[in-house]
């Protein structure tokens, strides 16, 4: 029996649900749950939620890079000068012809004169091309830095959801709504941490954010952070007398504490809070 499956309820089918959405079975607990499945309604339910947030959760550390990036690449390489490699372009006896004869100690060299240099004709139209080429480098350069900033985020919180997903205790839940609508959690208690997704709620108009709430008994609501659309939210400090995590819309940059109803809830009892 996997790790998982001997930290979760000593081998309890309906407690392998969440191993089982993120493929984390030996073929032999595989199997046994999957036969399980058949007649269990309720954990067919939960597998299929858990299989979505954990989908979900996959696509939210993917950082494709820009579609115009190969392209500007290309461009920017063909417009660029490309220096021959040293011998390469030219035979050693041709260089020879090509030097000056005072090199060679034949001739003295050449004494230094000045002469008028005329100003080329095109030089205003020289220096606006170079000029339009600084800019579009720079664009490059910002667009560029950008994408890297968007990969480093990503991968940060890949590496936080992996933290979380590797607790001894880690245990999932979730909930939907009759129109589809659902929050997932999948939380550890000894970390005090949790992965948090909604899905179905898209974004509130009028620059409104989703904001999400620690609720305790006799204790106002904390600030857990805001959603950016589906991207999964990493939940921090999580009391363990937490009861329930709760989602208000709140205005631009959030609340300091909740404006509104909350539009969804759920109880943390199952994941190890409020115990």
Request: proline share 9%.
């Given at each position: 029996?996997?790790?998982l499956?001997?930290?979760?309820?000593?081998?309890?089918?309906?407690?392998?649900?969440?191993?089982?959405?993120?493929d984390?079975?030996?073929?032999?607990e595989?199997?046994?749950y999957e036969?399980h499945l058949?007649?269990?309604e309720h954990?067919?339910?939960?597998t299929?939620?858990?299989?979505?947030?954990?989908v979900r959760?996959?696509?939210?550390?993917?950082?494709?890079?820009?579609?115009a990036?190969r392209?500007?690449?290309?461009?920017a390489?063909r417009a660029?000068?490309?220096?021959?490699?040293p011998?390469?372009a030219?035979?050693?006896a041709?260089?020879?012809?090509?030097?000056p004869p005072?090199v060679?100690g034949t001739?003295?060299?050449p004494?230094?004169t000045r002469?008028?240099r005329?100003?080329?004709l095109?030089?205003?139209?020289?220096?606006?091309t170079?000029?339009?080429?600084l800019?579009?480098?720079?664009?490059f350069?910002?667009?560029?830095h950008?994408?890297?900033?968007?990969l480093?985020?990503?991968?940060?919180r890949?590496?936080?959801?992996?933290h979380v997903?590797?607790?001894?205790d880690?245990?999932?839940?979730?909930s939907?709504?009759?129109?589809?609508?659902?929050?997932g959690?999948?939380?550890?208690?000894?970390?005090q941490?949790?992965?948090?997704?909604?899905s179905?709620y898209?974004?509130?108009?009028?620059?409104?954010?989703h904001?999400?709430?620690?609720?305790?008994?006799?204790?106002?609501?904390?600030?857990?952070?805001?959603?950016?659309?589906?991207?999964?939210?990493?939940?921090r400090?999580?009391?363990?007398?937490?009861t329930?995590l709760?989602v208000?819309?709140?205005p631009?940059?959030g609340?300091?504490?909740?404006?509104?109803?909350?539009?969804?809830?759920?109880?943390?009892?199952?994941?190890g809070f409020?115990?």
């Open positions: 029996m996997s790790i499956g001997r930290l979760l309820r000593h081998g309890d089918p309906h407690s392998l649900a969440a191993p089982y959405a993120l984390a079975l030996e073929p032999g595989r199997r046994r036969k058949r007649d269990c954990c067919g339910a939960e299929r939620a858990l299989a979505e947030d954990a959760l996959a696509w939210s550390t993917a950082a494709p890079a820009p579609a990036l392209d500007r690449v290309l461009a390489v660029t000068p490309q220096d021959p490699a011998g390469a030219m035979p050693g041709e260089r020879a012809r090509r030097l005072h060679w001739q003295p060299p004494g230094r002469t008028p005329t100003r080329p095109f030089v205003p139209l020289a220096t606006a170079a000029a339009a080429a800019v579009v480098a720079s664009l350069g910002v667009q560029a950008r994408a890297q900033d968007r480093d985020a990503a991968q940060m890949a590496r936080e959801i992996a997903l590797a607790a001894p880690v245990r999932a839940t979730s939907k709504d009759d129109r589809g609508r659902g929050i959690v999948i939380a550890s208690a000894s970390e941490e949790a992965v948090v997704t909604l179905g898209g974004t509130p108009s009028g620059g409104r954010v904001q999400l709430w620690q609720m305790r008994p006799h204790a106002q609501p904390r600030s857990l952070g805001l959603f950016a659309g589906d991207t999964p939210l990493i939940a400090g999580l009391e363990t007398s937490s329930s709760a208000t819309v709140e631009d940059g609340s300091a504490q909740p404006t509104g109803q909350p539009i969804v809830q759920l109880t943390l009892k199952s994941v409020g115990e």
